[in-house]
């Protein structure tokens, strides 16, 4: 049975027409492994990002999985040497703020006040009125 020209042409673009829809498709995205997570932060955060924003949205919830599982892990692996020495320098470098702040204060603090001993010396006229304006007579030395 010969094909006519018209049904190779229809059958040649059924082909094209679903090739074409296939070749379309996004390729499946493996999700990401919980080693390849705690090697890059960055990643993490991102994914814990838009899985705690809007859980409803994620495509994939083995990723949101892995990355808490991720962060759980490298939670464990912090080393309390290192954690106390993270402590120390964060109040160290607390203190030297607090102090420079409390300086600042000071120093707006003493622009501000008025010290009432250092003020300049202002003469002050005296209470007499002046001639002819005056009803009432002169005090009497």
């Known amino acids: 049975m010969p094909f006519t020209l018209k049904q190779f042409a229809a059958c040649a673009g059924l082909v094209a027409a679903i090739l074409g829809s296939a070749g379309c498709t996004p390729k499946r995205v493996p999700p990401m492994t919980v080693e390849d997570l705690m090697e890059d932060r960055v990643t993490l955060d991102g994914v814990l990002l838009k899985c705690n924003e809007n859980p409803a949205k994620v495509h994939n919830q083995s990723d949101c999985l892995n990355a808490r599982i991720a962060v759980e892990r490298l939670a464990k692996d912090v080393d309390p040497a290192e954690e106390t020495r993270r402590s ?23 622009k501000t006040k008025v010290d009432a001993y250092n003020l300049p010396v202002i003469p002050v006229e005296s209470g007499m009125p002046s001639r002819g304006t005056s009803s009432a007579a002169p005090p009497q030395p």
Do not use: G, H
């Open 88 to 110: 120390a320098e964060f109040e160290r470098s607390r203190e030297k703020l607090r102090l420079v702040q409390e300086k600042v204060r000071q120093d707006q603090e003493t």
